[in-house]
């Protein structure tokens, strides 16, 4: 009798614990550095997400990213209990391959905690067990993910500034202004290192984009999901652009940019922005249709995308709950070749949440 009362006084303690209290996303914001390179753990989601094209010693391309995530749950935080799950991370990687048609991926999570698996404050440090992304005291990005499906252990080193999306880092989601996130990216790092699936690791260089991004509440109700792309150009520039859509593939909000190596940056608002498909793929295994060539059209301006391969779909149900595309692209401007990117799809095989 006394476990029955004991039991039933936990479940009614449980069941009066206040949920928590997500941190909202603000206007006006400024952005700091190197406090805002780390974890913002009062927000309900955070991602930290390089993706860029490698090229061997043989001169063969391959695509690449590398995102962690960090997630607060709703677990009472006033549980002191090490087993709490509070804070979840998780990690994504993949390499595109052309040789072999489809992605190479992996996934893991866990709960923070146990010296296991972190996401710090303060500076960037995130750890998932053998897994980690880390900014050195050089401040150059360091990057470490290895399983029996690939490896990949990276130097980035930064060549510009950080870009502030949107609005000083406040960037809008939707009409309403609690549909935002603070973001910002890193283009044009350059890349050197070891990658490779399964027995195959090779040195490697490149280029990669970063996104640092953190939100409580970033789509709206009837979001379905987006399409994103962030591109490092030829000259030097930046291009990115997104747009989040409703569940008949409407566009419900869009924005983009366009920074020149000398560091002019041109927004674009959400009218002046359109995705527009040119070739559509089906997966053989959700038989999700993408449009893995898009015309995306800013200001005046056509920028034709096209993918290092068309099945660049990622399937992290075991940690996330999605299945994306995301994958290496060719950009174009006005049908001259201009850089290259990388293109996040999501809500093709059921609508997306953060």
């Known amino acids: 009798m006394r476990f029955v009362l004991v039991l039933l006084l936990l479940l009614a303690q449980a069941c009066l614990a206040a949920p928590p209290v997500f941190a909202p996303v603000k206007p006006g914001v400024a952005l700091a550095y190197p406090r805002d390179f780390g974890a913002h753990p009062d927000f309900r989601t955070e991602w930290w997400y390089v993706t860029g094209w490698l090229t061997t010693a043989s001169g063969k391309p391959l695509g690449f990213q590398v995102t962690f995530f960090r997630s607060r749950t709703e677990h009472d935080p006033a549980n002191p209990s090490a087993f709490a799950p509070h804070q979840l991370v998780i990690g994504h990687a993949a390499i595109s391959d052309p040789a072999l048609g489809h992605l190479v991926h992996d996934q893991r999570s866990a709960r923070a905690g146990f010296n296991l698996a972190w996401a710090k404050p303060g500076d960037l440090d995130v750890k998932l067990d053998d897994w980690r992304m880390l900014r050195g005291a050089d401040g150059n990005y360091r990057v470490s993910v290895g399983s029996a499906e690939l490896t990949l252990e990276l130097t980035l080193a930064p060549t510009q500034p950080p870009l502030a999306q949107g ?20 283009p044009q790092l350059r890349v050197s290192g070891k990658a490779g699936r399964a027995g195959k690791v090779q040195d490697v260089t490149g280029s990669a984009w970063f996104d640092h991004e953190w ?20 000259d030097g520039s ?55 060539a898009t015309t995306i059209t800013l200001g005046g301006t056509r920028w034709q995308i096209d993918p290092l391969q068309p099945d660049q779909e990622l399937d992290s149900r ?18 001259v070749p201009a850089g290259r990117g990388y293109l996040e799809m999501t809500g093709y095989v059921r609508p997306m949440k953060l």
């Not at 609005?167 to 890193?186: D, F, I, T, V, W």
């Not at 509440?217 to 962030?230: H, K, N, R, V």
């Open 238 to 292: 930046a291009l990115m652009a997104f747009q989040v859509r409703a569940g008949d593939g409407a566009k419900l909000w869009a924005r983009g940019m366009l920074r020149t190596k000398g560091g002019k940056v041109t927004r674009y608002a959400p009218e002046a922005v359109r995705f527009a498909p040119r070739t559509l793929w089906r997966s053989p295994r959700t038989n999700a249709e993408y449009p893995v």
């Open 167 to 186: 609005e000083g880092g406040y960037s809008r989601k939707g009409p309403a202004a609690q549909h935002a996130s603070y973001y910002y990216s890193l």
């Open 318 to 335: 075991r940690s996330t709950g999605a299945v994306y595309w995301e994958g290496a692209v060719a950009v174009r401007r006005e049908g």
């Open 215 to 234: 939100s409580s509440e970033a789509l709206q109700p009837e979001a379905s999901g987006w399409d994103w792309i962030g591109a490092n150009l030829d």
